[in-house]
């Protein structure tokens, strides 16, 4: 019979060879694959690079959510690194992923005219217009400036259409829709908590119109050294 010192002795090392076949198992199997066992270092694919948005240049309502910003950053200081330019202020209708950039530009070129139709259609042939309303937030992350619910829904409709013609040209389009416009953007963090709940006192501000005088295709990440906004690739009026 095999005494207990024994059997236990035995356990012990079958587990550690077990244990160490297994470590070198999925050591062989991370450089085959070139993949790290890291959530930091899952490949999240092409990152969306142009968009198509829509401008804020009324002077007043600018004014208005710098005022915000300003009071944001003088109350919170580790959040003014969030702070989005203000020359930047527009409304984001959809994020665009292009892996044969020049091609697809031209393509997205010549379907502008198109995307002039289809806001004509929605809104009468009016240039479309939303009262900027209230500032709120994403998820701890994100403050912004909202519009008008009664104006969201043309727009809305505008939007379906739009993404339509996107995907039918085989342009890849980010369908998510939630229109705003970023007053700041940072990460989850002490200073983005403090300045979120800062900026509630202003969630019914009535900050005025905004008039929609132009659809505009840019470059994620762009800033144009004159103006301080992006680089406009194309625009079409409305």
């Known amino acids: 019979m095999i005494s207990r010192a024994l059997r236990h002795c035995i356990i012990n090392q079958t587990s550690r060879s077990y244990t160490t076949s297994t470590t070198k198992q999925r050591s062989s ?104 309303v209230g500032i709120g937030s994403f998820n701890d992350r994100v403050i912004w400036a909202g519009l008008k619910e009664d104006d969201k829904s043309k727009l809305t409709v505008f939007y379906g259409k739009l993404l339509k013609l996107f995907q039918d040209n085989n342009i890849q389009v980010e369908d998510r829709w939630s229109p705003h416009i970023t007053l700041a953007k940072g990460q989850k963090d002490g200073a983005m908590l403090r300045a979120t709940k800062e900026s509630e006192r202003f969630k019914d501000q009535d900050f005025g119109i905004q008039q929609f005088n132009s659809l505009q295709l840019m470059r994620i990440g762009s800033t144009n050294k004159q103006t301080g906004y992006y680089d406009i690739i194309d625009s079409i009026n409305f």
């Not at 309502?61 to 003088?74: R, T």
């Not at 002039?116 to 217009?129: A, H, R």
């Open 29 to 132: 199997t991370t450089r085959m694959s070139g993949v790290k066992y890291n959530n930091n270092n899952v490949n999240r694919g092409p990152r969306p690079n142009y968009f198509l948005g829509l401008q804020i240049d009324n002077q007043a309502i600018i004014d208005q959510l710098k005022q915000i910003q300003n009071h944001i950053g003088g109350r919170v200081p580790d959040a003014k690194k969030s702070i989005i330019a203000i020359e930047k202020l527009h409304l984001t209708l959809f994020v665009m992923t292009l892996d044969d950039v020049p091609t697809q530009l031209a393509l997205i070129k010549t379907l502008l005219p198109q995307a002039k139709t289809l806001m004509n259609e929605t809104f009468d042939n009016v240039i479309p217009s939303s009262s900027i």
